[in-house]
C-alpha cells in the first residue's frame, strides 16, 4: 500500500519555483532517498510534506487520505514525524524533556503509552542516556541532530522523514544510525524517507532512490539503477552529454 | 481558513460594527459637498502628523530592527524643549525651531543611537520593545520633573490665526503648513533614498544587512543615521501637533503617536507611500467619526480608540505569519525552574513572614505592602505568558480591570472569595479571547496588537455603562467567619493568594504543560510537527494568565474597596511590565518584588518625600532601570543570584544595608528623602567594602568559576561565550587565559 502520496506540487516563491511539478509515491516498509545539489528543492518538499508549507499547486496524500489543508499537527496525528535540517530543537529543555514533550504529545492520539518508558527506552536506543540532563542549546550539533531523531521517533511515527540526518555525525554514529533505521524499518515497519549528501550512506540504506534538481524529479529507481544514470552523473560528477 | 475567506470574514465584521454604531450615532449632518470638503481638509493635517511620525517610525525599524515605542516621547521632548526656548527664554521662535529640529532631536538620535540602541539592536524581541518602552518612561520621567505638570504650556499656532477660507472651510495657516511639511518630509525621503549613495546604502541595509557589510557598508553609520532622522521626524511631529491639543502635556504627547502605529502597519513597516496611505486612512476616519457622529455616553470615547481600532484591523489584514523555521534569534531561558520543595518552602517563609509583619505594620503601611502585592498577583499572570511561551503581550491591566469587574459583579451572589475565584475563571475565558491574535500574530506584531487591546478595554470597554460607567463599590470578604476589613488582616489575605498562584504556576511550569509551552517557545515548527496545536496552546496560556491577573484585578478592587476604570490606565500597564522585566519576566519570584518596587516608588513620590524630583521618579525610575535591562536581558534576579553564589558575603552586606537604612528611616521618622538617601548610601559603602572582600577571598581561592552554560547571553554567544558577558565573567575568563585585563577591553 502506498503510504505517502506526492502529486503534481509546485512550490514558487516569487517567480522562484522551488518545487515544479514533483510526484511521488512512496509504499509502506521502505526507505526512500532523496537526493539532489543544494537548493534543488528537497527541504521545500519535506515542508509540504508536514504542512508547514503550502504548495502553490498539487495534492498531498497520507495513507489514502487527503491532507493537502491540514495543519502541521493534524498530519503529526495520523502519523507523520521529521527532523530538520536546520535544527529545531528545544533548546532550554532537556534531552529527555525533549523526548517526554514528543511523547507527552502523543498520548493524545495513542492510548497506553506511558512517556517515561518511551523517554528512557530511546535514550538507551539512541545512546543519549550521558547527556539527558543536559540542556540542549549547550550540546554539539551533531548530539542535538541525534535528539532531533529520538524526539522524532517517540512521537511513535509510521512515517518519518529525515532531512540530512547524518550531517555533522561521526563516522562511528552514522553507521549506528544507519542500522538503526534499518531495524526501525523492518522491525517496527516504519517507512523511511530521507534526504541525503552522503551518497554512499543514501546509496547504501536506501530501497529506492528519487533524484531532484532544480526542483523537478529527474530520476527515480533503485540505487543502481540510480547510480548509472546519466542525469545523476552530470549533476553529481560534472559529466555534460 | 484560507486568506481570502478570512479576509472577507473580517471585512463582513467590520463593516457590521461601523454600521452597528453608525445607525444609532449618525448626527444628522447633511451630507453636503462643504461637510464632506471639511472631512477630508481636517484629516489632512492630521494625517500629515501621522505620516511624518510613522515615516521615523519605519525609517528606524526598516534599517534597524528597532520598534521605537518611545517616538512619541521624543517628540514630547523636543515640543517642550521647543516651548522652553520659544517661550520660557524667550528666544525667537525660527531661532528655537532651528535649534530643537536641527541640532537637539538629531544629537538625541546619536546619543541614543551610540549608547543604547545599538545594543538593543542584537537583543531579543521582548528586550528591544521592553527596552524602547523604558526609554518612554524614563522621558515622561524627566519632563514631568523639568516641567510640572500643573503647569500649561501654551505653544502658539504657526503662521498666526488667519487661514484660507476654502468653499466655506477654514483652514488655519498652521494646518497648511503642517500638510505642507508632511509632503516637503515625503518628497525629501524619497530624494534621499533613492537619488543619494546613502539613501543606496541604506536600501542595501534593508535587503540585506549581511550582504551590504560585505560590501563595506558600516552599518553602524547607517543605524545613527536612521536614528538622527526618525528622531528628527518625531520632533517635528511633535512640534506640530503640540499647539493643536489646547494644554499640551507629557503624557497625551507621548501617547497621540501611538495613532501612528497604524498608518506604520498599513505600511507594512516599510513601504513609505503606504504608510502615508495608512496615514490618511487615520486622519479620514478620526475626523469623519467627529464630524458626522453625535456619539452618546457609550460611544463618547471611541473617536480617541479609533486609531487603535483601525492597527488592530491592519494587523488582522496582514498575511498570516508563517512558523518560523530556523531560528534566527537565539531563544532565551528566560525561567528558572525552582524545584517543587524549594518553591514550597519559599511560599510558607512569604507567608509566615506576612503572619509576622503584617500585625506590626501600622494602617498606612499595611495598605501600601497590600498594594505592592496585589500588583505582583497581576503580573504572576505575564509569568507563563512572557516568560514560558515568550508571547509579547502588554496589557496586564487589560486583564485585571475584567477581574475587578467580574468580582464586583458576583460579589452579590455569592461570598467574597468565591466571587474572586469567578473572577478568574471568567478572565481566564477573556483571555482565550485575547490569545486569538496571538495565533496570527507573532513577535512586534503581536506586541502592537496587545498595546491596542489594552487602549481599547481601557479607553472604550471599561467605560460602558454596565462596567465601570459608575463608581463601583465593593466589600471585603470574610473567610469563614474570619474579618478581612482591617489592612492587616488584607494584607496577609493577599500574601496567601500569592502563594497559591505562584505555587499552582510552579506546579503547572514542571508538568506536562509547561514543558509543552516551552517547547513551543523554542521552536514552533518543531512543536507542531509533533502533533502539538499551537492554537490550544496558546490559548491554554493566556487562559492560566488571565486567571491570575484576574483574581489581581479583583484584589485590586477589594484593596481599593472600589473598582474603576482610573485603577487600568494603558500606560501603567506598560510600567508594570518594566519592573517585572527588570527582575526577570520567568519567574514566579519576580512579580512579588516587581509588585514592591512599585510599591515602594509610589510611596517616596507621593507622601515619603514629595515634590521635585520624586514626581519624576516613579517613570523614571523603572524607565532607567529597564534600560540597564540591556545588559541584562533575564532579568536582575538571576543576576543577583548568580552575583551571590560567587559573593556570598558582599550580596548580604548589600541587601543588609539596604533593609538597615529603610528601617532607620522609618523607625526614627526621619524626613523620607533623609531616610531614603540614608538607604541608599549604605548600600553604597557596603556594596564597596563587599566587593573589597570578596576581591580578597577571590584571590585566595584561585578556582574557576563555572556558569551555567544554559544562562546564555546574547553578545560573546557569536564567538562562543554563552555567559552573560558580565564583569564577572569577565575577570573568571581572564584568569583562565592569564591575560591581563579583559575588562578594560570590555569598556
Ligand atoms: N521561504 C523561502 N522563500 C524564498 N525562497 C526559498 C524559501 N525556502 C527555500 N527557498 C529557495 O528554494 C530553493 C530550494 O530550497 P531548498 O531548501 O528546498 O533546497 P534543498 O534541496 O533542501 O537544498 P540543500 O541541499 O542546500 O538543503 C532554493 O533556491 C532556496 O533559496
Ligand atoms: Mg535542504
Known amino acids: 500500500m502506498t503510504l505517502l502520496d506526492v502529486d503534481n506540487v509546485t512550490v514558487r516563491f516569487g517567480g522562484l519555483a522551488a518545487v515544479s511539478e514533483v510526484s511521488l509515491s512512496v509504499p509502506e516498509g521502505i526507505i526512500m532517498g532523496i537526493i539532489g545539489p543544494n537548493g534543488a528543492g528537497k527541504t521545500t518538499l519535506f515542508n509540504v510534506i508536514a504542512g508547514i508549507q503550502a504548495p502553490t499547486i498539487g495534492r498531498i496524500a497520507l495513507a489514502g487520505r487527503d491532507v493537502t489543508s491540514m495543519p502541521p499537527h493534524h498530519r503529526a496525528r495520523r502519523g507523520l514525524a521529521r527532523t530538520f535540517q536546520r535544527l529545531e530543537v528545544f533548546g532550554t529543555l532537556t534531552v529527555r524533556e525533549n523526548i517526554l514533550v514528543a511523547a507527552d504529545a502523543r498520548r493524545r492520539w495513542e492510548r497506553g503509552v506511558s512517556p517515561r518508558v518511551v523517554a528512557d527506552e530511546l535514550l538507551e536506543r539512541i545512546r543519549l542516556t550521558d547527556v539527558a540532563a543536559s540542556t540542549v542549546d549547550a550540546l554539539p550539533t551533531g548530539t542535538q541532530r541525534l535528539v532531533e531523531l529520538a524526539r522524532a521517533l517517540a512521537a511513535g511515527p509510521k512515517l518519518l522523514l529525515l532531512d540530512e540526518a547524518s550531517s555533522g555525525l561521526s563516522n562511528f554514529d552514522t553507521d549506528r544510525i544507519s542500522s538503526l533505521l534499518r531495524e526501525l524499518v523492518e522491525a517496527d515497519g516504519l517507512t523511511i524517507v530521507l534526504v541525503e549528501h552522503d551518497m554512499p550512506f543514501v546509496m547504501g540504506l536506501s530501497d529506492r532512490v528519487a533524484m531532484l534538481d532544480h526542483g523537478r524529479l529527474v530520476a527515480q529507481g533503485t540505487p543502481t539503477e540510480i547510480q548509472e544514470m546519466p542525469a545523476v552523473q552530470e549533476a553529481y560528477l560534472g559529466v555534460r552529454r | ?747
Request: charged letters at 10%; hydrophobic letters at 55%.
Open chain 2, 1 to 747: 481558513m484560507s486568506q481570502r475567506v478570512r479576509r472577507t470574514v473580517v471585512a463582513f465584521i467590520c463593516v457590521g460594527a461601523v454600521v452597528g454604531v453608525l445607525a444609532p450615532a449618525w448626527a444628522g449632518t447633511p451630507i453636503t459637498t462643504e461637510n464632506v470638503l471639511r472631512v477630508v481638509l481636517f484629516a489632512l493635517p492630521i494625517a500629515g502628523i501621522y505620516a511624518i511620525s510613522a515615516t521615523g517610525l519605519v525609517v528606524i525599524h526598516s534599517t534597524t530592527g528597532i520598534f521605537n515605542l518611545a517616538q512619541g516621547a521624543i517628540g514630547m521632548m523636543c515640543a517642550f524643549l521647543f516651548w522652553e526656548l520659544s517661550v520660557n527664554q524667550e528666544m525667537p521662535r525660527s531661532l528655537a525651531l532651528i535649534l530643537v529640529l536641527f541640532v537637539i532631536a538629531p544629537a538625541m538620535g546619536l546619543i541614543l543611537d551610540r549608547f543604547l540602541m545599538r545594543r538593543l539592536a542584537r537583543a531579543p524581541l521582548a528586550t528591544q520593545l521592553i527596552g524602547t518602552v523604558g526609554l518612554m518612561a524614563a522621558l515622561l520621567g524627566i519632563a514631568t520633573w523639568i516641567w510640572d505638570p500643573n503647569r500649561s504650556y501654551p505653544i502658539a499656532p504657526f503662521g498666526g490665526d488667519g487661514g484660507v477660507r476654502i468653499a466655506g472651510v477654514l483652514l488655519t495657516w498652521h494646518r497648511i503648513i503642517t500638510i505642507g511639511v508632511a509632503i516637503v518630509v515625503a518628497i525629501a525621503l524619497r530624494h534621499l533614498m533613492l537619488h543619494t549613495r546613502l539613501g543606496v546604502t541604506m536600501r542595501a541595509v534593508v535587503d540585506d544587512p549581511d550582504l551590504a557589510a560585505m560590501h563595506g557598508v558600516k552599518p553602524g553609520r547607517v543605524s545613527s543615521i536612521s536614528w538622527i532622522i526618525g528622531c528628527m521626524c518625531a520632533a517635528l511631529a511633535g512640534i506640530l501637533i503640540a499647539p493643536e491639543i489646547g494644554n499640551m502635556s507629557a503624557e497625551t504627547l507621548s501617547l497621540l503617536i501611538i495613532d501612528s502605529f497604524a498608518a506604520a502597519v498599513i505600511g507594512r513597516l516599510r513601504n513609505l507611500p503606504m504608510t502615508y496611505v495608512g496615514a490618511l486612512m487615520v486622519g479620514l476616519v478620526v475626523t469623519f467619526s467627529t464630524t458626522f457622529l453625535d456619539l452618546g455616553q457609550r460611544w463618547s470615547k471611541l473617536p480617541t480608540v479609533l486609531p487603535a481600532l483601525l492597527l488592530f484591523v491592519a494587523l488582522l489584514l496582514l498575511p498570516q505569519q508563517k512558523i518560523n523555521l530556523g531560528r534566527v534569534v537565539r531563544t532565551f531561558k528566560m525561567e528558572n525552574q525552582p524545584s517543587w520543595r524549594s518553591a514550597l518552602v519559599a511560599a510558607f517563609v512569604l507567608v509566615g513572614a506576612a503572619a509576622v509583619a503584617a500585625p506590626l505594620l501600622s494602617d498606612v503601611n499595611a495598605s501600601r505592602l497590600t498594594s505592592g502585592i496585589v500588583v505582583g498577583v497581576i503580573l504572576l499572570g505575564l509569568v507563563p505568558l512572557l516568560g514560558w511561551a515568550g508571547i509579547p503581550f502588554f496589557a496586564p491591566y487589560a486583564l485585571a480591570g475584567v477581574g475587578a469587574w467580574a468580582t464586583w459583579r458576583f460579589q452579590e451572589y455569592m461570598p467574597g472569595v468565591l466571587a474572586l475565584v469567578v473572577a478568574g475563571a471568567i478572565t481566564g475565558i477573556v483571555g482565550i479571547i485575547a490569545s486569538l491574535p496571538a495565533l496570527r500574530l507573532r513577535g512586534l506584531y503581536m506586541a502592537l496588537s496587545s498595546i491596542a487591546f489594552a487602549l481599547v478595554m481601557t479607553n472604550l470597554v471599561f467605560l460602558q455603562p454596565e462596567i465601570f460607567g459608575q463608581y463601583r463599590q465593593l466589600d471585603r470578604p470574610s473567610i469563614v467567619g474570619l474579618e478581612l476589613d482591617s489592612p492587616q488582616a488584607f494584607a496577609l489575605f493577599t500574601t496567601v493568594i500569592y502563594a497559591v498562584i505562584a505555587l499552582a504556576l510552579t506546579w503547572l511550569r514542571t508538568s506536562r504543560f509547561g514543558r509543552q509551552v516551552v517547547a513551543m517557545r523554542d521552536s514552533e515548527a518543531a512543536a507542531s510537527c509533533l502533533g502539538i496545536s499551537l492554537l490550544e496552546t496558546k490559548a491554554a496560556v493566556f487562559a492560566v494568565a488571565g486567571i491570575a491577573s484576574g483574581i489581581g484585578g479583583g484584589l485590586l478592587a477589594l484593596s481599593q474597596r472600589f473598582a474603576s476604570q482610573e485603577q487600568f490606565p494603558m500606560v501603567a500597564g506598560l510600567a508594570l511590565i518594566l519592573t517585572l522585566a527588570i527582575w526577570g519576566v520567568g519567574m514566579t519570584s519576580a512579580p512579588i518584588i516587581a509588585g514592591l518596587t512599585m510599591a515602594a516608588l509610589v510611596i517616596i513620590t507621593h507622601d515619603w518625600a514629595e515634590g521635585g524630583w520624586t514626581n519624576a521618579l516613579e517613570l523614571a525610575g523603572p524607565g532607567l532601570a529597564a534600560l540597564a535591562l540591556v545588559s541584562a536581558p533575564r532579568g536582575q534576579i538571576v543576576q543577583i543570584v548568580e552575583h551571590a553564589k560567587y559573593h556570598p558575603l558582599a550580596t548580604v552586606l548589600r541587601v543588609g544595608a539596604l533593609f538597615a537604612g529603610g528601617f532607620i528611616g522609618v523607625r526614627f521618622n526621619l524626613p523620607g528623602a533623609v531616610g531614603f538617601l540614608l538607604a541608599i548610601l549604605l548600600y553604597l559603602v557596603a556594596d564597596v567594602l563587599g566587593s573589597l572582600i570578596s576581591e580578597r577571598r577571590r584571590r585566595a581561592t584561585a578556582g574557576g568559576v563555572h556558569g551555567d552554560p544554559a544562562a546564555s547571553g546574547a553578545d560573546g554567544a557569536a564567538v562562543g561565550i554563552t555567559d552573560p558577558l558580565t564583569k564577572i565573567t569577565a575577570r573568571a575568563l581572564d584568569r583562565r587565559l592569564g591575560v591581563s585585563n579583559l575588562e578594560k577591553v570590555l569598556r
